[in-house]
């Protein structure tokens, strides 16, 4: 089989011709999503809420955790990389004019509302 004839068969694939790599990041954010859930869930076992042993806690997990300094980092990092996403990905809505669509637009800025209080309350 040639290496021509797979790169033809990949390439008569059914896509819309507007597809970029700006919407490749839906799928990540569903990855910093997952990034974050998973590391968030990971650091929580460990971390107590208590006013009295939360800075203890924290030292905790960063030095007797295995790998407890790489969840953290991770989990800073990931939340960076979640709002860098979704920043783009509303300015490729911007960009294609997904914003005339008025309800999913509406939807949309009633998620990233959410997204924000939930980062701000939450840290």
Request: glycine share 8%; hydrophobic share 50%.
């Amino acid at each position: 089989m040639p290496h021509h004839y797979i790169l033809t068969l990949f390439g008569l694939l059914p896509v819309a011709t507007n597809i970029s790599t700006w919407w490749n990041f839906g799928s990540m954010l569903l990855t910093c999503l997952g990034l974050q859930v998973m590391t968030g869930f990971f650091l929580a076992v460990h971390y107590t809420a208590n006013i009295n042993l939360a800075f203890s806690s924290i030292i905790h997990i960063t030095r007797d955790v295995p790998y407890g300094w790489m969840m953290q980092n991770l989990h800073a990092i990931g939340a960076s990389m979640f709002f860098i996403c979704i920043y783009i990905h509303i300015a490729r809505g911007l960009y294609y004019g997904s914003y005339l669509n008025k309800e999913t637009w509406m939807s949309g800025i009633t998620l990233l509302i959410t997204l924000m209080a939930t980062a701000f309350f939450g840290y």
